[in-house]
């Protein structure tokens, strides 16, 4: 039976008011100290704290009934054991971004949370740490996410569009995948991409126009063209914000989508309209995650190496499965078929596998709409 896990203080104060045990539970990353005479009070049989600060009453009364602490860990910029996934806002802190770039400040994207992440990662030895722990801390981080992000996911229905962080704001495939992501969403299906530019900046963009038009989104990657790639940082970083501010999702709920970015690519800000980031360190992890959650089917917009890797990371994943194979639509025929020319080889593949007549490849929004909801009724 899985663990009572407690990420906020508020969850907890209701589940002890309502009589709850804490034996056998986890409380991730809280402040306790306020808690000392309910926890002195408790059963801590089996109880793990992840993080946690306690005053010294309760930690001794914890570990004298077989709890176990894990303790912080000093000097990080993360928490490792962070209880729910980033917010652009955590991360990036849209608007004090905003108002430093245009007081001149060149180093406005270091100071965000982000930007200090990455800066004390490409300072600890980048993907090699030879701390420790900081290869430690890095490794709680990411079973963190990957624990918040499964409880946002389950019971939805996931699909990824993959794609190129090179594609430009004013490509049109850039609007296309917009739409596409704007219709699924209106379907109920939930997006999720690896969490930056290009593709993957456009497949949250659509999502928070579930319940706008397409003129209006037509009109925000209009405004978003003046900087149409990320290697403007300041000017990408600004328009984002414009947008995001001019366009407010009308129903939060709705307008929800996860990104899913890595630091091993800091140097790429995340973009600005995810609702919610799972950001990893290990970009292995993040992109077997990436493929494995999306068994509603994954879209693959035009992209390159890393895009490429996904298709064939899917298509092993679909080879093997023994049951309820995922749908694997190629969005691009000439560019899948000539400029890039992995679906001749995806069909050959294919033949005889269960994964077979989910195979297909289009220029058609409409046609990987019908797709996704066949598969969805099959």
């Avoid at 949370?113 to 300072?123: F, K, N």
């Amino acid at each position: 039976m899985p663990r009572l896990e407690f990420e906020s203080l508020e969850k907890l104060d209701h589940y002890l008011a309502a009589g709850g045990s804490l034996e056998n539970t986890v409380c991730q990353s809280l402040d306790l100290r306020g808690r000392t005479q309910a926890l002195v009070a408790a059963n801590l049989r089996g109880a793990v704290f992840l993080g946690c600060q306690l005053e010294p009453v309760a930690m001794a009364h914890a570990l004298n009934q077989g709890g176990m602490l894990f303790p912080r860990l000093p000097e990080l910029p993360y928490d490792p054991y962070r209880g729910f996934l980033y917010s652009v806002e955590e991360l990036l802190e849209p608007e004090e971004l905003e108002q430093r770039f245009l007081a001149g400040d060149e180093f406005a994207y270091d100071k965000t949370l982000d930007g200090r992440i990455y800066t004390h990662w490409h300072e600890t030895g980048q993907e090699r740490p030879p701390d420790i722990l900081d290869a430690l801390g890095r490794r709680l981080h990411d079973h963190a996410i990957t624990d918040a992000m499964e409880e946002l996911l389950e019971g939805r229905e996931v699909v990824a569009i993959m794609g190129g962080h090179s594609l430009g704001r004013d490509h049109p495939d850039y609007f296309k995948v917009a739409l596409l992501s704007r219709r699924l969403t209106q379907e109920g299906f939930f997006m999720i991409s690896g969490g930056g530019p290009g593709a993957m900046e456009a497949t949250h963009l659509g999502a928070v126009f579930v319940d706008r038009g397409e003129d209006e989104l037509a009109s925000a990657v209009a405004a978003l063209e003046s900087a149409p790639t990320y290697r403007e940082k300041r000017e990408w970083l600004l328009t984002g914000v414009a947008v995001r501010r001019r366009y407010p999702p009308k129903d939060p709920e709705r307008a929800q989508s996860l990104g899913i970015p890595t630091w091993l690519y800091g140097h790429e800000p995340p973009n600005l309209f995810a609702s919610h980031v799972a950001k990893y360190f290990a970009n292995s992890v993040r992109e077997d995650g990436l493929v494995t959650v999306a068994a509603a089917g994954i879209v693959f917009a035009p992209g390159n190496a890393g895009t490429v890797q996904e298709i064939f990371q899917d298509n092993t994943q679909n080879y093997y499965i023994e049951s309820g194979p995922s749908p694997m639509i190629l969005f691009g025929e000439d560019y899948w078929k000539w400029r890039r020319p992995v679906y001749p080889l995806l069909c050959s593949l294919a033949n005889g596998k269960k994964y077979e007549n989910w195979l297909s490849i289009t220029d058609s929004v409409g046609v990987v709409v019908d797709t996704l909801l066949r598969y969805r009724s099959a």
